[in-house]
């Protein structure tokens, strides 16, 4: 029986031990799964939301243990870690308010005794192969509506959120999910591939961009329902006419926040010559201010990078753009001893030759480039395999609609950044991925429309 062995990466301890999934077993909780869905998508919409409610209150009672477990296994410092549970309630209440809308069924005709009418029904069994960054968040962006619009889910956490996976099991069960409904596989990628080939009616997916692309190669031939929310390397461009002290703290918190560990932190700053020495030395003297250190301690800001061989690349990067010419503001190396530390880094004076420029970074580091002006910048936001968000600052919100307008993005931001609502969709151009979460068509997307044509006999 294989194991799957937990550290911490703040300081490199091995935390848990766990019984790891099995070829086997995997097939069988895809067929309790199957077995389980019926009769729970039969069940009342507002019994299945009172089972999500009940959950919910479940997170507001154990918040600080549910914080403390997600922080050991993955270093998110301790007030982010409650932050992102705390974000959850209220995206919870969202979808709980949206899900009647959005499933209700619609009378699109009725005439001359002919009806027409959309009905919105369950996928069925869907799998749910999960990232570790944001676990609650973008768990939740897809078991909360999976299970409100009656599908069964088998989720794969990653394995380096799988305590914080079987916690969220735990509590959906004692609060009425039937075991077969929500089922927690346990693994790393062998697990997730054996899960996709089992009888699955859709795959939600959160990861890279390289796991998504092989995802999408064995499933693509079998036309089961794919969404696959994958990386980027998101820009922002500062305006001459911006406010720089303001747009130099927005920024910084938006590269280095979760220790730059999103898959919405901003990657890439491009500045208007005319301000960018006064924005490279604020954004500076911000990063240099964050407290980088234990992250059970309620005033660090940066904390540890969640998995080892990420270290490398984050070093890579920096030591590839040093090399072609960019200056180090700050940061720069690893911090020796144990666990997983980088020290938060700002490179200036970078280009589009650097991989910190192109290839994602998913770590505390960021390149700040200047440009002449608006058409430079856009050309060169646009310049990135990747299209998840991007942003402008400035005060001129017609100039900020016009620019973002011209970029490949899903999400786009006026003087902010870094910001996920559950009220609008979540998406990405490009290699950031197909399909979406979040707002009514993220609800919707957990159901085929059925078509019914219906005439009095
Ligand atoms: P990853 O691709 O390494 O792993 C994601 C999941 O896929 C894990 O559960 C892993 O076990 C599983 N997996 C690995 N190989 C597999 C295979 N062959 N078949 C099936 N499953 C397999 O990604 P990660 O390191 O967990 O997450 C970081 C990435 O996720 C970053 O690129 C980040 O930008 C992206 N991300 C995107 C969003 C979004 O909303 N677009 C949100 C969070 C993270």
């Known amino acids: 029986m294989s194991t799957l062995e937990i550290f911490n990466p703040a300081t490199g301890a091995r935390i848990a031990q766990l019984q790891a999934d099995t070829p086997a077993s995997v097939v069988a909780k895809a067929q309790a799964a199957r077995a389980a869905q019926a009769a729970w998508a039969a069940t009342a919409l507002a019994d299945r939301k009172a089972c999500i409610a009940r959950f919910r209150a479940s997170l507001v009672a154990e918040i600080d243990t549910l914080a403390a477990l997600l922080t050991s296994e993955m270093g998110k410092p301790i007030g982010m870690a409650r932050g992102e549970i705390q974000g959850l309630l209220g995206r919870i209440d969202f979808f709980l308010d949206a899900v009647d809308l959005a499933t209700t069924t619609e009378t699109v005709y009725a005439q001359d005794g002919m009806r027409e009418q959309i009905e919105h029904v369950a996928l069925g069994v869907v799998a749910n ?151 490279v030395a604020a954004f500076t003297t911000t990063v240099t201010g964050f407290k980088m250190g234990d992250p059970t301690h309620e005033d660090t800001y940066i904390g540890a990078v969640t998995r080892a061989p990420q270290l490398a690349v984050l070093q890579a990067q920096v030591d590839d753009a040093v090399a072609k010419g960019a200056r180090l503001e700050c940061g720069g190396k690893q911090r020796s001893g144990p666990g997983n530390w980088f020290e938060p880094t700002v490179l200036s004076q970078v280009d589009h030759r650097m991989d910190v420029m192109r290839e994602e970074s998913f770590g505390p580091i960021v390149g700040i480039q200047k440009v002449a002006n608006d058409q430079e910048a856009v050309a060169l936001m646009n310049d990135t395999r990747y299209g998840l968000t991007a942003g402008v600052f400035t005060p001129n919100e017609q100039r900020a609609r016009a620019l973002l307008a011209r970029v490949r993005a899903g999400t786009v931001y006026w003087n902010c950044c870094d910001r996920v609502s559950p009220r609008l969709p979540w998406s990405g151009y490009a290699d950031s991925g197909m399909g979406l979460t979040l707002s009514t068509y993220g609800i919707a997307t957990f159901t085929r429309p059925k078509a019914w044509h219906l005439r009095q006999g």
């Open 129 to 279: 192969i999960s990232a570790w960054n944001y676990p609650w968040f973008v768990g939740g962006n897809v078991f909360v509506p999976a299970l409100l619009t009656g599908n069964a889910v088998l989720y794969k956490p990653s394995e380096f959120a799988t305590l914080t996976g079987l916690a969220i099991a735990r509590l959906l069960h004692s609060a009425g999910v039937p075991q077969d409904v929500f089922t927690t596989l346990v693994g790393t990628g062998e697990v997730g591939a054996a899960l996709l080939v089992q009888d699955i009616d859709g795959l939600f997916f959160t990861g890279s961009h390289a796991t998504g692309a092989k995802i999408a190669h064995t499933l693509g031939p079998r036309m089961v329902k794919m969404q696959l929310e994958l990386g980027g390397k998101d820009p922002t461009y500062v305006c001459e006419d911006a406010h720089v002290a303001n747009a130099a703290a927005s920024l910084a918190d938006g590269a280095m926040f979760n220790t730059g560990q999103g898959c919405c932190s901003v990657e890439r700053v491009y500045v208007h010559e005319a301000i960018y020495d006064a924005f």
